[in-house]
């Protein structure tokens, strides 16, 4: 064939849709069917670089942690603890306090046979420990931050694997919203600082467009990176091959965390030895606050090994470094420091997404990065209902998709602002001694969540995105207050006493009340364009000063 | 460090937005010559490779580069945001345009 006639057929053909015109489409469609998932995953996840703070603020009888108490301390007076309220657990881990957690975040396998260890089922206890005393953390009960981090991957109200499972399908759908994303957005460089206000649909691209780009290195990350964590989940074959015997198993888990497992128990009680002691010789590897965590395994037994593992600040990696010592006698057994290529590769990955890594600055940019991404979501949202809504052929009575994605907007958007602020009033609110009370200031989440939906549903759609983002921008505002009434820690006593946790949650409220505030406002204002008139009514002034009354 | 960093990105950031056509009609009313946008944009690639040189100087590859990456989109965001309050306030500031169909017959 010759060029000629090629170059012939080619026009020829009738125009087709090109790859920017499918790749649309694709874009279009992967972001609606899971952008409400999606939005609340991405809030949820931004918020979740402050949970350890958010947790603080939601056990407000823990003291102000002024100083790092010494960890090589805490980790003997929690140990003595977890001996005394779970002798003869297999294994039991430790969370050391560093600057952003003033409790001690402990898990522990419950012992064969203990109450509610189901045979054959591994059973765990967990629990927040005060670092002066060691004893169970005398605050109201409470999942803290951890409740909306959880939720980030795994949901609530349904078995773990299928919560996971859903977060991994709309990660994947995200995934592929922004590779197609990137490949429709034609003019990425030219248009990079191009924002057209007041134009309805296209401003709203314009937006959308910023939010992506801007942040594109970040939403590219943080999705594959999330799907990484998750990868045993998602893709179990290679390790379901490959990993065969109960020692290949072990080896696998050693060069993926330092949760070391414990053998058979050898049946002798022999006392630990002093856990402070192998923090010491920890710290001095690594420095004074860069001890993470203390997992031991078959603690009381003459069996028992403890693990103390580096810290995750300052490093970009997940994989495990540890020192293993001999739990009786606390003699050195082993420095574990590096693993293999691709254990590491995961490590990395795993760590960029959790950002644990970062210093405060760095955590500030992660969170408003994301942010902005969840911002993304939904002006993508949004973007679908306007663009949509000029080519109703009869806008009062729009089509049952149409409606059904408008009120999904509200709820998922607004909605889960009101929703996430009430959980926090619920932590303030709920009373201290209440049954379940941790489970109940979930309940209200989404209680509140729900009726915001069925708000949605019932009021009009304009009215109600107002209604909700005041209601948000209310509810923010008067937290702080709400704090200064039910707490003896008001934004003035934190900021005297230089308690950044407290004073940074008040002034964060205040900030996305105003944010909130300010969406409230401009969507009240916004009156929508009046349809094009048809060509033969326009003309003469009358018509011509409709098209005048743009700003 | 960070703040340094900071500033200089939102400097590059506000050179490469100046080399932009739009951005160029809406502060200025024109475009500048050639070799101005030119030299915009080669100061403000310039600019940003500086601060990832200071940051991977300061902190390493792995730290380096994140660090780098969230100043970027930071700063880009707020200088898209100061460009478009500037665009809105120019216009308020210029008398409402005199147009054919509202003036007398």
Request: net charge positive; glycine share 10%; proline share 5%.
């Amino acid at each position: 064939m010759t060029t000629d006639n090629v170059k012939r057929e080619r026009a020829q053909r009738p125009a087709g849709r090109g790859i920017r015109q499918s790749m649309s489409g694709l874009h279009i469609w992967a972001g609606l069917l899971m952008g409400w998932i999606l939005y609340a995953m991405f809030l949820t996840g931004t918020v979740s670089y402050f949970k350890d703070e958010l947790s603080q603020w939601m056990r407000p009888e823990l003291a102000h942690q002024a100083e790092l108490p010494d960890p090589a301390l805490v980790a003997q007076r929690v140990a003595d603890e977890l001996g005394a309220i779970a002798p003869g657990s297999p294994q039991w881990s430790m969370r050391l306090p560093d600057g952003r957690t003033n409790s001690v975040y402990a898990f522990w396998r419950m012992a064969p046979g203990e109450a509610g260890a189901a045979p054959g089922r591994r059973a765990f206890g967990e629990a927040a420990f005060d670092p002066t005393t060691g004893g169970k953390v005398t605050a109201r009960e409470t999942l803290g931050g951890d409740f909306f981090y959880r939720f980030h991957f795994q949901f609530h109200y349904m078995p773990v694997l299928w919560g996971r499972w859903i977060a991994g399908a709309a990660a994947m759908f995200m995934l592929v919203a922004i590779v197609s994303g990137v490949i429709t957005h034609k003019k990425i460089f030219i248009d990079f600082f191009t924002f057209r206000g007041g134009k309805g649909q296209r401003s709203w691209l314009d937006a959308h467009n910023a939010l992506s780009v801007f942040g594109l290195p970040f939403h590219a990350m943080i999705t594959y990176t999330g799907l990484v964590t998750l990868m045993a989940l998602y893709m179990p074959w290679g390790e379901r091959t490959a990993i065969t015997t109960p020692a290949e198993r072990q080896q696998l888990t050693a060069e993926l965390n330092a949760f070391i497992q414990p053998g058979k128990p050898g049946g002798q009680t022999a006392p630990l030895a002093s856990v402070a002691d192998m923090v010491r010789q920890a710290q001095e590897r690594w420095g004074q606050d860069a001890v993470g965590r203390v997992t031991a395994t078959n603690s009381g037994d003459s069996t028992a090994r403890v693990a103390v593992a580096r810290g995750e600040a300052g490093r970009v990696s997940m994989s495990p470094q540890y020192m293993l010592f001999d739990g009786p006698t606390g003699r050195l057994l082993e420095t574990r420091e590096g693993v293999g290529a691709a254990a590491e590769t995961r490590g990395v990955l795993y760590a960029l997404h959790l950002g644990r890594f970062g210093d405060t600055v760095t955590r500030w940019l992660y969170f408003l990065v994301s942010l902005m991404g969840t911002a993304m979501v939904g002006t993508g949202l949004v973007m679908w209902t306007v663009k949509r809504r000029q080519k109703l052929s009869d806008p009062e009575r729009p089509h049952i998709g149409f409606r059904i994605v408008e009120r999904l907007n509200i709820a998922s958007i607004a909605g889960l602002s009101v929703a996430m602020t009430a959980f926090l009033w619920g932590n303030r609110l709920l009373p201290a001694g209440m049954a379940d009370r941790g489970a109940w200031e979930i309940h209200l989440f989404f209680a509140v969540w729900a009726l915001t939906l069925a708000h949605a549903v019932l009021r009009p759609a304009r009215t109600a995105w107002i209604e909700q983002l005041w209601a948000a921008a209310a509810l923010l505002a008067l937290l702080p207050v709400l704090n200064a009434v039910t707490t003896d820690r008001p934004l003035w006593h934190s900021v005297a006493e230089a308690d950044w946790v407290f004073a940074g949650m008040d002034l964060m409220c205040l900030s996305l009340a105003a944010l909130h505030a300010v969406l409230a406002l401009r969507t009240a204002r916004h009156r929508p364009k009046p349809r094009a008139v048809p060509a033969k009514a326009r003309g003469g002034v009358i018509g011509g000063a409709l098209e005048e009354g743009r700003s | 460090m960070h703040l340094l960093s900071f500033a200089l990105c939102l400097a590059a950031f506000a050179a490469l937005a100046l080399a932009t056509e739009r951005q160029q009609h809406d502060l200025f009313g024109r475009p500048l010559p050639q070799a101005a946008t030119h030299l915009l944009r080669i100061a403000g690639t310039g600019v940003m490779l500086l601060v990832l040189g200071v940051l991977l100087d300061w902190q390493g590859w792995g730290l380096g580069l994140v660090m780098f990456s969230g100043h970027t989109s930071l700063a880009a965001g707020v200088v898209f945001c100061a460009a478009i309050g500037l665009a809105s306030a120019r216009r308020r500031g210029k008398p409402a345009a005199i147009s054919p169909a509202s003036r007398r017959v």
